[in-house]
């Protein structure tokens, strides 16, 4: 299932892109209203496809937003603006998006500015993951948890060692796997730390 993150700061228009989604596609959809709340689900989610508004308000704009996500994260990318001015279509166009519809949005345009995006996305375009940077892509508990992992500790000792829950460390394994888009098995998780130990 392809997972869709809405950036919009007009929560009326969000939830109408989103009902449209919804509506047309099998999807995942999420609404951020907040740069902060862009950061945390790009970060949790790993979107496929990002629906960005370019004046977030915010004093990042969506442009530079998404500027700061390319290196860290492998998504698609549609703006969704009322800006037509030749200068801001130029910066966005520096991001490389898929896309760029105008506001006011009808159900016809949202479909069709999407649909081709979509197709790419499920022919197999390399997207909805993050680019291995361990210290920004997991917590100081995650990288300490994964070390743990390395050495072949059961969760329990994991626990013992961290001083947590058994339950705690359990969701840290599973956040860690839906980081690294590993199926949630006992062995996956144990297969990438032998095959990427290094990395951490």
């Not at 449209?20 to 862009?38: G, K």
């Not at 991001?95 to 999407?114: M, R, S």
């Amino acid at each position: 299932m392809i997972r869709i993150l809405i950036v919009e700061d007009e929560i009326i228009i969000a939830r109408f892109i989103e009902r449209q989604l919804l509506t047309n596609f099998s999807c995942e959809v999420r609404i951020a209203v907040t740069v902060t709340e862009a950061k945390a689900a790009m970060a949790e989610m790993l979107p496929h496809l990002l629906l960005c508004d370019i004046h977030l308000q915010d004093d990042v704009t969506g442009i530079d937003l998404v500027a700061s996500f390319r290196s860290r994260y492998a998504f698609e990318v549609i703006f969704i603006t009322s800006y037509q001015a030749r200068n801001i279509i130029e910066q966005a166009a520096a991001t490389a998006p898929a896309n760029y519809i105008i506001k006011p949005i009808d159900e016809a345009q949202l479909f069709a500015g999407i649909q081709l995006v979509v197709s790419r996305i499920l022919a197999g375009a390399n997207t909805g993951k993050a680019f291995l940077q361990p210290d920004t892509l997991f917590s100081n508990t995650e990288l300490l948890v994964l070390r743990l992992v390395r050495e072949r500790k059961t969760t329990q000792e994991i626990a013992d060692a961290l001083h947590l829950s058994r339950y705690t460390v359990k969701n840290h394994r599973h956040t860690i796997c839906r980081k690294l888009q590993l199926r949630d098995e006992n062995n996956a998780l144990l297969k990438w730390v032998v095959e990427h130990g290094a990395l951490i």
